[in-house]
């Protein structure tokens, strides 16, 4: 694969700037091909373990193990549903307050606990500039719960609260984040774990509320076979359904393959992400026609950000 | 609110050269004080009425420098309480207020800094659950958090409000308790009444509690030694958890003395009891009472041993742990016993009267339960002597319990 770049031309990682060690223990309690192990994964070998995590409700109050075992080799503190952001604003404060550096704060939230329950906590950590990461690891529905639609669900999915799929398009987490102007907001995807790694990187370097938001292909959610995890990650960037990009300091750029995706006929068509799942499998073609649309009006909005970011740039 | 007076130590200097260092403080400021006291290390807060002017106040000790802490100004109560638990997560000092409604959105991490055993310390000024609207007192919304794992103070002045706050710290943090501590004072009554409130040295409170993050608590986060908290627990250690939450709380009883006994070592006003029985030694009828309108009640068990009925009082200073065995022994000589509920649990009749009822039980004493003060509607010591004088003469009587008094219940605007 070679060298990725992430960050636009910011920042370069290889594999091997990582550290051998796991902090993510095999035998952990996820499903096979489980996109959010792996992002726990990278996460801890990005921070090299120099982290207290704050997880609320989600698949990952299970991935981690059972009382009294655990898979992960960094502390963790599991709270209520709504609560992790200001959970980890008081760890934060805490740590502080004791003069504890070096140790970084990270939520590890889904999407029900980040675009539904959790955005209050959030935004008003947000707002305070709480010196946090937050993740939102997306796997565009409850899962814990067993696949329940959020407002993190992609238009026409199946769900087992939208069996004849989901009638409204997904809610943009990281620009709302990106409107409480803090000083970084970055997507990432399961896929293009450097693209990722770096972006954790980079925000551990910045003071403040730093959000990314990564894009977890969940097999038995999605309906695919769980040797397809990254491939399907792959498709969702490659399609333009998702775009990988970071607004740093409030100036917006494309990274890793995103970048050349801003023409449309770089972009595959979505029918080549959506055919691969289960859940789109009742999307009529008009249905499809409809999300291509809007994805392509997405495009739109994200060469007005490139071009804003650019003549910021230059000013 | 009866009349104080200076403490004992500060009069004869015991303790130390210090002079009596009082102010004129409503019952919130007196928190407010105690907190920077008690160096606090996070706060997170957000306002509410009638306990806003302990967090206004708290924010202008952080700004002026008074005190050194992190000041999280949350979006929600929900928020605060989370961000307390984080926090006292990494063994930092943590503290939040709040009343009423804001408890009652602030109700899942209550229970989640019980459960998990988390040292924090809450100001909860008694406030009535709407609807219809109220910012007046009432216990309700304490009393619905009685089995969330936190030891319930009811404080009775502003000058208890003050003391039980510094000590609230001492007492979460032992080891042998390590749970949540609230210290409730009722609305306006106490929050927004102002009365002189003795406050020790800074030195002598930096004395009585252990220094803040300086003490070794178990199981706190840190990198270097990680550990999880709070994890999917299966069937087979659950209780096991559990039980050690009621053991803690058991252990409360000896720590809540032992914290009141060294408090009043410092300050000459001692809390070495669990509750405060007055004039109960031989008395036929005994009111319990909690909170503010404890000092009516004794007030009108003056006029009524004046008047030659031999009545007691006793205020529960805590709801949780409940004091069973002091409470026992303070009803000895009771023919009757009253309970005055600022409360009521529907369905069933007030909320405190049903624990002193079932720690009775094995008696047969009668218990009679009263409901009064709803909603803030004042309880008076004419209302008390009322009480004491109905149970003197159910007592001559030998009348049995009766269904729940209502007290002063203005029947004729019920439709």
């Not at chain 1, 690891?137 to 609260?161: L, V």
């Not at chain 2, 309108?293 to 004046?306: H, P, T």
């Amino acid at each position: 694969m070679g060298k990725l770049e992430a960050g636009g031309d910011t920042m370069k990682i290889t594999i091997k700037d990582l550290p051998i060690k796991e902090y993510m223990l095999p035998g952990n309690a996820s499903c096979p091909g489980c996109p959010a192990s792996l992002g726990l994964r990278m996460l801890g070998k990005a921070l090299e373990g120099k982290f207290i995590l704050v997880v609320p409700a989600c698949c990952s109050t299970i991935i981690q193990g059972p009382f009294p075992k655990t898979s992960a080799n960094f502390p963790i503190l599991n709270i209520a549903f709504a609560a992790s952001a200001s959970a980890a604003s008081g760890v934060a404060a805490g740590l502080e307050a004791q003069g504890k550096r070096d140790v970084q704060v990270v939520v590890w939230a889904g999407d029900g606990g980040t675009a539904d329950i959790g955005l209050q906590a959030l935004s008003g950590a947000a707002e305070r500039g709480d010196n946090i990461i937050y993740i939102c690891y997306d796997n565009e529905a409850y899962m814990n719960t067993g696949i329940q639609r959020s407002g993190a669900t992609p238009y026409g999915a199946w769900t087992t609260t939208t069996w004849t799929g989901k009638k409204e398009f997904k809610k943009d987490v990281p620009l709302i984040m990106a409107a409480h102007k803090i000083p970084y907001v970055a997507t990432a995807c399961i896929s293009y774990p450097l693209d990722f790694i770096a972006k954790v990187r980079k925000a551990a370097e910045m003071r403040g509320t730093k959000y990314i938001h990564l894009l977890a292909p969940c097999p038995p959610g999605w309906r695919f076979p769980s040797d397809k995890t990254i491939e399907v990650g792959r498709l969702a960037v490659l399609t333009g359904m998702w775009a990988l990009y970071e607004i740093e300091n409030g100036i917006f750029k494309l990274t890793g393959p995103s970048i050349a995706l801003l023409d449309k006929s770089k972009r595959k068509p979505i029918k080549e992400y959506i055919k691969l799942q289960g859940r789109f499998a009742r999307m009529t073609d008009e249905e499809i026609e409809k999300l291509q649309k809007y994805v392509d009006e997405q495009w739109e909005y994200y060469r007005a950000l490139v071009e804003m970011g650019k003549a910021k740039t230059q000013e | 609110m009866r009349k104080r007076m200076p403490s004992q130590s500060n009069k004869n200097g015991i303790g130390g050269v210090n002079m009596v260092q009082s102010e004129v403080l409503t019952g919130n400021y007196a928190v407010a004080y105690a907190v920077k006291m008690s160096r606090v290390q996070v706060v997170a807060a957000y306002p509410i009425t009638p306990q806003t002017t302990i967090v206004e106040k708290i924010a202008q000790f952080v700004e002026a420098g008074e005190l050194n802490a992190k000041y999280i100004r949350v979006e929600s109560e929900h928020s605060a309480m989370a961000a307390c638990i984080g926090a006292a997560a990494t063994g930092a000092r943590a503290f939040t207020a709040t009343a009423s409604h804001g408890l009652l959105y602030m109700s899942e991490m209550v229970w989640w800094a019980g459960m998990g055993r988390y040292p924090i310390v809450m100001a909860v000024v008694t406030r009535a659950i709407g609807p219809p609207w109220s910012i007046w007192t009432e216990h309700n919304d304490v009393l619905a958090h009685r089995d969330s794992g936190w030891i319930i103070f009811f404080a009775e002045d502003n000058q208890e409000v003050f003391d039980l706050t510094i000590q609230a710290f001492r007492i979460a943090e032992d080891e042998k308790v390590l749970q949540p501590v609230m210290v409730t004072l009722d609305a306006f009554i106490l929050s927004h009444t102002a009365s002189p409130v003795y406050m020790p040295d800074q030195r002598e409170v930096d004395e009585y509690l252990p220094p803040p993050g300086g003490r070794k608590l178990p199981y706190i986060l840190d990198p270097l030694n990680p550990l999880t908290h709070g994890n999917l627990t299966y069937p087979d250690h659950f209780m096991e958890l559990r039980y050690q939450i009621a053991r803690a709380m058991e252990n409360a009883k000896q720590v809540i003395v032992e914290a009141g006994r060294k408090y009043g070592e410092m300050t000459g006003r001692y809390y070495d009891h669990l509750i405060e029985a007055y004039k109960c030694n031989d008395a036929k009828a005994v009111i319990i009472a909690v909170g503010s309108s404890a000092g009516d009640a004794k007030d009108a068990a003056d006029y009524l041993r004046n008047q030659g009925l031999e009545v007691g009082v006793i205020k529960l200073r805590t709801i949780r742990p409940f004091p069973v065995e002091e409470l026992r022994e303070a009803c000895k000589s009771a023919k009757i016993i009253g309970v005055v509920d600022r409360d009521y649990s529907y369905g069933y009749g007030g909320i405190v009267h049903g624990e002193v009822k079932s720690t009775l039980a094995d008696t047969k004493k009668p218990v009679q339960s009263f409901i009064a003060g709803l909603g803030g509607r004042d309880i008076t010591v004419k209302d008390f002597i009322n009480i004491g004088r109905r149970l003197i003469e159910m007592a001559d009587k030998g009348v049995g319990e009766q269904p729940p008094i209502w007290v002063n219940l203005k029947q004729e605007v019920i439709p």
